[in-house]
């Protein structure tokens, strides 16, 4: 792992106000964060890119908000009070909580790094020879490792499915795990724990009732499902785009902002005829990937991973897995949810949750394919693979964000080049022409070189400065934060290159 970039990030992160722990001068609240002036704006740049490719880019998908609060029955419904669990496990010498199948991936990910440590000894041995496929293949050493690695996910995967928590256990003491802090393998039986956060509603004279703080914004748009049917009058398939936040008492929760307790969503649900749930599933696995490469983040840093212990309501499920600074993780899933979700609403509340359908002249519970992916590990995502640590020509560093230009915080700069002669007064004028358009900065103070510094570090793509040229020919510099190439351009020419490098309509076109 990069653990010393991932360190990098987090400190980078705070430095330049993009993330901040939650309630730090009190020591912190553990998984809990909050986003500073330029993570708002970086996590909203976002969220409306997603939105726009969803709601915008398709007739079909409608947007929605709902409530945080539902009620308590709909999690009976959905299957969360009894199902919504993690297996945990107690070290009994140091009193640290575990989740079971993580001490186990991370006991394969050792093993898997084995292996590849000895990819590399071979790589080293013999050079320009080396044929790494023929190597993993037939090398004793990676072959026996591998063969541990399969054994255990099996068994893993059939303890899991099977909630066989004895077998988990008994997996955890044969791999001979401990337990990170006390070293000892001294481990309780397995548990399940329920990860949603409850509250009282209502005072307790009233009668206060028990609600949960929802784990997934999902379950608002079943509920909803008939209302935003009928009063948009949309036809199967349509979907239903929403994003919120949502609260799970994660057990492991570390990672900065990949497992949060409380943490954002974005979900869109997509309701189809019965039977026709893996077509659509395949396409909104490739619409979903389509959309990550359209931010040119690397071609490599995605893939698909399919689940192996398929959630309560699913029949299909895989993730988009990212390439975090510690290694592939899961960034977004995709699942066909079946009727499950609106046909357990059925059940559970009484009313009818179908839909007519005009062309067959048939009602049926609608098929859901739903993808979810959480705001803040994409904004992770963006954060860890745009931080860069450059050695310019010079012998100095830089550190740059590439952000793609339109995430951007700050998508221009203006900068008169000196504090008088009417320079700043220039300044202005351009940049009350462009303010409404775009997240503009206008900065004056410290060398024009320093100030460049200060923008490649929180990611703006340009940078303007007014010079005493500026009021004899209307001429500005652009600066690109990439190639720190600078070049004198027309100040009227200015809104209609702006547009073409800084408007995510240009990015949203491709996905059409
Ligand atoms: N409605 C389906 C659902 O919630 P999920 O796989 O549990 O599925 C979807 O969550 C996405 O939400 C994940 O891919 C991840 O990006 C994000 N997510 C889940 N738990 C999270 C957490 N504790 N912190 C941050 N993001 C989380």
């Not at 809990?32 to 079909?60: C, F, Q, R, S, T």
């Not at 909580?97 to 440590?117: C, F, N, Q, T």
């Not at 399919?306 to 899961?330: M, R, S, T, V």
Request: glycine content about 4%; aromatic content about 10%; proline content about 4%.
């Amino acid at each position: 792992m990069q653990e010393e970039l991932f360190k990098n990030i987090i400190a980078h992160a705070k430095e330049y106000g993009f993330i901040f722990q939650s309630s730090e001068i009190y020591d912190g609240l553990s998984a809990v964060y909050d986003y500073g002036p330029n993570g708002i704006e970086l996590k909203n740049n976002i969220k409306n890119y997603w939105w726009d490719a969803m709601v915008k880019v398709h007739d079909n998908i409608v947007g929605l908000d709902t409530a945080i609060f539902m009620h308590p029955r709909v999690w009976d419904a959905s299957g969360h009070v009894a199902a919504f669990n993690d297996p945990l496990i107690d070290n009994k010498d140091s009193k640290k909580r575990y989740r079971a199948d993580v001490l186990l991936e991370e006991y394969i990910a050792r093993l898997e790094e084995r292996i590849e440590k000895e990819v590399k000894k071979g790589q080293k041995r013999f050079k320009d020879a080396f044929d790494e496929a023929q190597f993993r293949a037939t090398n004793p050493n990676v072959l026996r490792e591998q063969e541990k690695i399969d054994r255990v996910k099996d068994r893993i995967v059939e303890a899991l499915n099977t909630d066989n928590l004895k077998e988990l256990k008994q997996l955890i003491i044969e791999c001979e795990i401990a337990c990170p802090i006390s070293g000892s393998r001294d481990w309780t039986d397995v548990r399940q724990f329920n990860l949603m956060f409850s509250t009282q509603m209502g005072s307790t004279h009233e009668g206060a009732s028990q609600i949960f703080l929802r784990p997934e914004t999902a379950q608002g748009i079943f509920v909803n499902f008939l209302n935003v049917q009928k009063s948009t009058r949309m036809k199967v398939p349509f979907g239903i785009a929403q994003t919120g936040k949502a609260f799970r008492n994660e057990i492991v929760a570390r990672q900065f902002i990949f497992r949060m307790r409380e943490f954002e969503q974005m979900e869109m649900q997509y309701f189809v005829q019965p039977g026709k749930e893996m077509e659509w599933y395949e396409h909104w696995k490739q619409a979903r990937m389509d959309w990550h490469q359209s931010l040119g983040l690397g071609e490599n840093m995605y893939r698909f991973k399919d689940h192996e212990k398929l959630a309560h309501y699913a029949n299909a499920a895989c993730d988009i897995e990212f390439q975090f600074p510690f290694g592939f993780k899961e960034l977004e899933g995709i699942h066909s949810r079946t009727d499950y979700d609106l046909a357990r609403h059925e059940e559970y509340s009484g009313r009818r949750m179908r839909y007519f359908d005009p062309e067959t002249n048939e009602s049926y519970v609608p098929y859901v394919v739903e993808t979810s992916i959480g705001t803040d590990r994409m904004f992770l995502a963006v954060l860890s693979a745009a931080l860069k640590e450059e050695t310019l020509e010079n012998g100095e560093k830089r550190t740059v964000l590439s952000l793609p230009p339109f995430l951007a915080p700050i998508g221009l700069a203006v900068f008169p080049l000196i504090k008088k002669d009417g320079l700043p007064e220039k300044a202005q004028e351009i940049l009350q022409n462009v303010r409404l358009d775009y997240n503009c900065l206008y900065d004056e103070k410290d060398s024009i070189g320093r100030r460049y510094r200060r923008m490649d570090a929180i990611g703006t793509p340009y940078c303007i400065t007014v010079d005493h040229q500026t009021l004899e020919d209307n001429t500005v510099t652009l600066r690109d934060r990439d190639t720190m190439v600078q070049e004198r351009i027309s100040i009227e020419k200015l809104p209609e290159l702006l547009d073409k490098k800084l408007n995510k309509k240009h990015w949203l076109q491709k996905l059409q």
